[in-house]
């Protein structure tokens, strides 16, 4: 994986100064902050890598270029510039210096936001200097490493900023002997997490994924040495995930027979965990929010499982699961076992006769035994009370899963509001006729 360290370069007649870094201070004073930064940061970097410094006109002709500054005649060619500068510390890597507008318009910044974007390569791992950003470019360049990251799948190693401004006034900072001018170096890498943050939550919350989440947690080094039982994070992360792979795959009966109870309290109890990150804590409120609704077992369960993959659009899933709802919850009512596959196939059967008012010299092909379990069904209240939405929902489960081939393919907007009508007409009557099951 190559390296790049990345950084924009003021206009500024910078004072040279010392930089503290990790409790390290540097050895001598530098006029430049990424002098020190490299020193610092890119020890390792090799022929693969890059040290990108991005400027203006105004940036190059200052500070890029030698005898910048030079307002008198005493300071005239005493200035070395940046390049000379990196040039003299016989780096093995590139030195790349590269033209931006000056960010005085929204086109203009666009143009730069376009610039550095150009400059990644794909996959590599990103240090960058946010020192002498002009204004708006530190808000940009969090903006844009995250953008970066999700297209060019960069690793952002770092980002920094010298707070120069904690010694003070200029005119106090001028008086102070350069070699006892400390500024400390800022360590502003969280940011770049919290945007990771932000996607692993907006993908669970909104997608229902929660891989993101689950990577994040196993490589942040506040989880997972501060916690005292890493692994009960991990064992309530991957319960949940497997919940919701049941879901998105179907698992009636695995949805059925969950005690969802047993894990909301995990999830809440990682909140007495010792985790330094804020993140986090925020995100286990939003962790149990997404299951309140499930409840030890029973159809409720199935009921919300349909409610979220509505929410979510998995619109495929949500009409499987509530048509197999249905025959669920009309098993439980005759006290037959849910599992028994001819039991289902049984009701599915029911529900053809009784909507086509089939009579029973015509039942040749079913037992007598089946015979008996097909009136019983047929006169199960809640078969007659929803013979229609069950209809209306067979008919489009085979729509989807044959991939709409057929003369007259219905629109995806109309099988999402059949959908929506066959839930919200189906929900009450499953809850009046099973109560709490």
């Not at 002009?134 to 900023?161: D, S, W």
């Not at 120069?164 to 350069?178: N, V």
């Not at 080094?221 to 792979?245: M, R, V």
């Not at 009966?253 to 005690?259: H, L, P, T, V, W």
């Amino acid at each position: 994986m190559s390296k790049s360290f990345i950084s924009i370069l003021g206009t500024n007649d910078y004072l040279e100064c010392c930089h503290s870094f990790n409790g390290q201070v540097s050895s001598k004073p530098v006029k430049y902050v990424q002098e020190d930064l490299i020193k610092f940061l890119c020890k390792d970097f090799t022929e693969q890598d890059e040290i990108r410094i991005f400027l203006t006109n105004e940036a190059k002709s200052k500070n890029w270029d030698d005898d910048g500054h030079n307002f008198s005649n005493e300071k005239l060619n005493n200035n070395i510039g940046l390049r000379r500068r990196l040039e003299n510390m016989n780096l093995r890597c590139e030195i790349k210096p590269i033209e931006i507008k000056d960010g005085l318009s929204e086109s203009e910044i666009w143009e730069i936001f376009q610039s550095i974007f150009d400059s990644f390569k794909e996959g590599e791992e990103v240090i960058v200097d946010i020192t002498h950003s002009f204004r708006t470019l530190p808000m940009l360049m969090i903006t844009l490493l995250n953008f970066a990251k999700q297209l060019k799948k960069i690793k952002v190693a770092g980002i920094y900023y010298a707070a120069f401004e904690s010694l003070g006034a200029i005119q106090q900072i001028k008086k102070i002997p350069a070699d006892e001018r400390i500024v400390p170096i800022l360590n502003l890498t969280a940011f770049s997490h919290l945007q990771e943050w932000t996607n692993a939550t907006y993908d669970f919350i909104n997608n229902l994924n929660i891989k993101s989440l689950k990577k994040l947690i196993k490589e942040n080094k506040n989880i997972s040495k501060k916690s005292k039982t890493p692994k009960d994070i991990s064992d309530a992360l991957n319960e949940l995930n497997q919940k919701i792979n049941d879901i998105l795959i179907c698992r009636g009966n695995a949805i059925f027979e969950y005690n969802f109870n047993l894990l909301k309290e995990n999830i809440l109890k990682l909140k007495e965990q010792n985790i330094d990150s804020k993140p986090f804590k925020a995100l286990i409120d939003k962790l149990h929010e997404k299951i309140a609704k499930f409840s030890n077992t029973g159809i409720n369960n199935l009921l919300y499982a349909i409610e979220l993959s509505i929410e979510h659009g998995y619109y495929q899933q949500a009409i499987t699961m509530l048509q197999e709802t249905i025959v669920t919850a009309i098993l439980i009512n005759l006290g037959y076992d849910i599992n028994e596959r001819n039991y289902r196939q049984l009701v599915n059967r029911a529900f053809h006769i009784k909507k086509n008012d089939i009579p029973q010299e015509k039942w040749k092909d079913l037992s007598k035994e089946e015979k008996e379990v097909i009136k019983k069904i047929i006169n199960c209240n809640l078969l007659s009370k929803s013979v229609n939405e069950y209809d209306y929902l067979t008919d489009i489960r085979n729509d989807i899963n044959h991939g709409g081939f057929s003369n007259i393919p219905k629109k995806p907007e109309s099988i999402i509001a059949r959908l929506n009508n066959s839930f919200n007409n189906i929900c009450p009557l499953l809850r009046s006729s099973l109560g709490d099951l």
